[in-house]
């Protein structure tokens, strides 16, 4: 599972911002979160103050992951990629990534 995660976080880590796949923000929340599980563990830090939106948002999102052991946010974050790629299957680069992910 570790070399399936590291592709699917160089994939969308290297993702173009204006390609055909386009994560939402609620899936970016779900990549960010489940990778500082996978990496980190649990919320480390205290939540950010009332006016960093974009902190709170990203704080709130990993503390839902609390509890969550290493293994399995690695999974889930490679499955999450994964249904958003398929969702794109008509796109050449989505079959590309689909096919380096699942053959690591």
Not at 28 to 57: E, H, W
């Amino acid at each position: 599972m570790s070399a399936q995660f590291d592709k699917a976080v160089s994939i969308v880590q290297n993702m173009p911002k204006d390609g055909p796949v386009k994560p939402s923000q609620d899936d970016q929340l779900t990549f960010y979160s489940l990778y500082k599980q996978a990496t980190v563990g649990d919320v480390n830090t205290s939540r950010p103050g009332m006016l960093d939106f974009v902190g709170k948002a990203k704080w709130d999102a990993w503390n839902k992951q609390k509890g969550k052991d290493a293994e399995a946010a690695k999974k889930e974050y490679v499955e999450a990629l994964l249904a958003l790629l398929k969702k794109h299957a008509d796109d050449a680069d989505a079959k590309k990534w689909v096919s380096e992910i699942e053959s690591a």
